[in-house]
C-alpha cells in the first residue's frame, strides 16, 4: 500500500517537476552562466569573468532605474496595505450588504494588468484632464489646480504617481482579502475586556489588532514589495518608461537591453544582482515584521 501511495505521489510530482525545471530553473541556470560572457543573445561568445557585475556597478542608467524601482515599490507597498488594512476593517464591520461589496472591491485582482493599464491610460489622456478642466473652472482654483487639467503621465516629476494609483487600485483587492482573514482570528472576548478597561478604538487596533493579524501584514508586506520592485506591465502600459526615462523601472532596463538592445549577458548580470537585491529586501522585511507577531494560543 505504502508503494502504490509513493508511485502515485511521483507521478503527480515529476510532470510538474519537470515543467518548472525547464521553464523555470534552467532558464535561470542559463542566465547565471550567460552573465560571466559577453554573449549578445545571438553568435559567439568567450568567458570575461566579473567584468559584467562590475559594469553594473558603474552604470548610470542602472543607478537612476534602481533610485525610480525603490522609490516607487516603497510608495506603493505602504499605500496598498494602509488602504487595504482600512478596508478590510470597514468590511469586517456590520455594514449592510458586506459580502457584496467584499466581491466588488476584489473584482480589480481579477482583470489583467495590462488591460488595466491600457484603460487607465486612455483615462489621463482624455477623461481625467477634461473633469479636472470643469472642476477647477467651476470653482474658479486657477493656476496652482493647473496640473488637475494636464495629463500626469507626460509629466516627468507626476508620471510615477499615476502608475502607483492604477497599481494601488488594483493591488487593494488581494490584500485586502488577506486583512480580512487575518480579522477574522481576533477573538471578540479580547475587544470586550479591553472595553471594559476604558480602551479606546486607537488603542484596541493598536495593542490588539494589530499585534495579532501581524503575520498576515508580514505576508501583505512582503509580497507586495517584491512584486512592485519586479514592476513591468503597468509601466509599459501606461508610460513605457517614460517621459524620457522618468519611469524606467529595473526590469524594463533589463528587458530592453537584453532582449532589444544585445546586452544580453550585461542584463543577465543585471538581473542575478536584482534577484539578490530582491532576496535580501524580503528577507530583511520579514526579519523586522515577525518581531511584532504575537500568539493568542
Same mark, same amino acid.
Given at each position: 500500500?505504502?508503494? +502504490?501511495?509513493?508511485?502515485?505521489?511521483? !507521478?503527480?510530482?515529476?510532470?510538474?517537476?519537470?515543467?518548472?525545471?525547464?521553464?523555470?530553473?534552467?532558464?535561470?541556470?542559463?542566465?547565471?552562466?550567460?552573465?560571466?560572457?559577453?554573449?549578445?543573445?545571438?553568435? !559567439?561568445?568567450?568567458?570575461?569573468?566579473?567584468?559584467?557585475?562590475?559594469? %553594473?556597478?558603474?552604470?548610470?542608467?542602472?543607478?537612476?532605474?534602481?533610485?525610480?524601482?525603490?522609490?516607487?515599490?516603497?510608495?506603493?507597498?505602504?499605500?496598498?496595505?494602509?488602504?487595504?488594512?482600512?478596508?478590510?476593517?470597514?468590511?469586517?464591520?456590520?455594514?449592510?450588504?458586506?459580502?457584496?461589496?467584499?466581491?466588488?472591491?476584489?473584482?480589480?485582482?481579477?482583470?489583467? !494588468?495590462?488591460?488595466?493599464?491600457?484603460?487607465?491610460?486612455?483615462?489621463?489622456?482624455?477623461?481625467?484632464?477634461?473633469? #479636472?478642466?470643469?472642476?477647477?473652472?467651476?470653482?474658479?482654483? #486657477?493656476?496652482?489646480?493647473? %496640473?488637475?487639467? *494636464?495629463?500626469?503621465?507626460? +509629466? /516627468?516629476?507626476?508620471?510615477? &504617481?499615476?502608475?502607483?494609483?492604477?497599481?494601488?487600485?488594483?493591488?487593494?483587492?488581494?490584500?485586502? =482579502? &488577506?486583512?480580512?482573514?487575518?480579522?477574522?482570528?481576533?477573538?471578540?472576548?479580547?475587544? *470586550?475586556?479591553?472595553?471594559?478597561?476604558?480602551?479606546?478604538?486607537?488603542?484596541?487596533?493598536?495593542?490588539?489588532?494589530?499585534?495579532?493579524?501581524?503575520?498576515?501584514?508580514?505576508?501583505?508586506? %512582503?509580497?507586495?514589495? +517584491?512584486?512592485? =520592485?519586479?514592476?513591468?506591465?503597468?509601466?509599459?502600459?501606461?508610460?513605457?518608461?517614460? /517621459?524620457?526615462?522618468?519611469? *524606467?523601472?529595473?526590469?524594463?532596463?533589463?528587458?530592453?537591453?537584453?532582449?532589444? #538592445?544585445?546586452?544580453?549577458?550585461?542584463?543577465?548580470?543585471?538581473?542575478?544582482?536584482?534577484?539578490?537585491?530582491? =532576496? =535580501?529586501?524580503?528577507?530583511?522585511?520579514?526579519?523586522?515584521?515577525? +518581531?511584532?507577531?504575537?500568539?493568542?494560543?
Amino acid at each position: 500500500m505504502k508503494q +502504490k501511495t509513493f508511485d502515485a505521489f511521483l !507521478i503527480m510530482v515529476i510532470p510538474a517537476f519537470l515543467l518548472f525545471f525547464t521553464f523555470h530553473t534552467f532558464p535561470a541556470l542559463q542566465s547565471l552562466f550567460y552573465s560571466f560572457t559577453n554573449w549578445r543573445g545571438y553568435g !559567439i561568445y568567450k568567458f570575461v569573468g566579473l567584468k559584467n557585475y562590475l559594469n %553594473v556597478f558603474a552604470d548610470a542608467r542602472v543607478w537612476e532605474a534602481y533610485l525610480f524601482t525603490f522609490k516607487f515599490a516603497i510608495t506603493a507597498t505602504l499605500l496598498v496595505n494602509i488602504l487595504s488594512l482600512l478596508l478590510a476593517m470597514a468590511l469586517n464591520s456590520t455594514i449592510p450588504l458586506r459580502r457584496i461589496f467584499r466581491a466588488i472591491y476584489f473584482f480589480p485582482n481579477i482583470l489583467s !494588468i495590462l488591460i488595466i493599464g491600457f484603460i487607465f491610460r486612455y483615462m489621463f489622456v482624455y477623461l481625467f484632464p477634461q473633469a #479636472g478642466a470643469w472642476f477647477v473652472n467651476a470653482f474658479h482654483l #486657477g493656476q496652482p489646480f493647473a %496640473v488637475l487639467t *494636464e495629463n500626469i503621465l507626460g +509629466k /516627468p516629476n507626476l508620471a510615477w &504617481l499615476g502608475i502607483v494609483a492604477v497599481v494601488t487600485w488594483q493591488g487593494i483587492a488581494f490584500n485586502t =482579502l &488577506l486583512y480580512l482573514a487575518g480579522l477574522q482570528t481576533v477573538p471578540d472576548e479580547l475587544f *470586550e475586556a479591553a472595553s471594559l478597561d476604558g480602551a479606546g478604538k486607537i488603542s484596541r487596533f493598536w495593542h490588539i489588532t494589530l499585534p495579532i493579524i501581524m503575520p498576515f501584514v508580514t505576508i501583505n508586506m %512582503v509580497l507586495a514589495m +517584491k512584486g512592485f =520592485l519586479m514592476v513591468f506591465d503597468p509601466i509599459m502600459a501606461l508610460t513605457g518608461g517614460g /517621459p524620457g526615462r522618468a519611469t *524606467e523601472a529595473i526590469a524594463l532596463v533589463i528587458y530592453r537591453g537584453g532582449f532589444q #538592445g544585445g546586452q544580453f549577458a550585461y542584463q543577465s548580470a543585471n538581473a542575478i544582482l536584482y534577484f539578490i537585491i530582491i =532576496l =535580501l529586501v524580503s528577507l530583511f522585511q520579514i526579519k523586522v515584521l515577525q +518581531k511584532r507577531e504575537v500568539s493568542i494560543a
